[in-house]
């Protein structure tokens, strides 16, 4: 079992950033593949990044190439988002995810569906005015 909290959401105006936490318990972390997504009323969860165990390999949805970077910190048991240039189609509720299969190797950077991630946090807002 693993529990996730986000935090670090707000309301930040088009062009600022946001630097997201997802800290992490119940199971070794380091274990798992993390991802984040998001999901803007009306529409569908949609992925938006993904790193692998170590940290050293990660993956990003095309729309936040260049403006967002995932990192995870091990020690501290704790996944992070960096959000720099937000837009206001970024507004959505942000959630982290873990991916705890064993079976997932170290060079893995994550899955883009949902349904790949076993446990999940409960959501930031994120609110980009333009």
């Known amino acids: 079992q693993v529990q996730l909290v986000e935090s670090g959401g707000g309301l930040v105006q088009a062009g600022g950033s946001l630097r997201l936490s997802c800290a992490a318990s119940?199971?070794?972390?380091?274990?798992?593949?993390m991802g984040w997504f998001r999901q803007a009323p009306g529409k569908e969860r949609e992925f938006v990044a993904a790193?692998?165990?170590?940290?050293?390999?990660?993956r990003y949805t095309d729309s936040v190439k260049g403006r967002f970077t995932i990192s995870r910190d091990n020690a501290k048991n704790t996944v992070y988002l960096q959000m720099n240039s937000l837009k206001p189609e970024d507004t959505a509720v942000y959630y982290c995810?873990?991916?705890?299969?064993?079976?997932?190797?170290?060079?893995?950077?994550?899955?883009?569906?949902?349904?790949?991630?076993?446990?999940w946090g409960q959501g930031t807002q994120v609110t980009v005015s333009s």
């Open positions: 790193i692998s165990k170590s940290g050293g390999y990660t």
């Open positions: 119940g199971r070794t972390f380091s274990s798992c593949v």
């Open positions: 995810a873990a991916d705890a299969k064993p079976t997932a190797g170290q060079h893995y950077s994550g899955s883009s569906f949902a349904s790949a991630y076993d446990y």
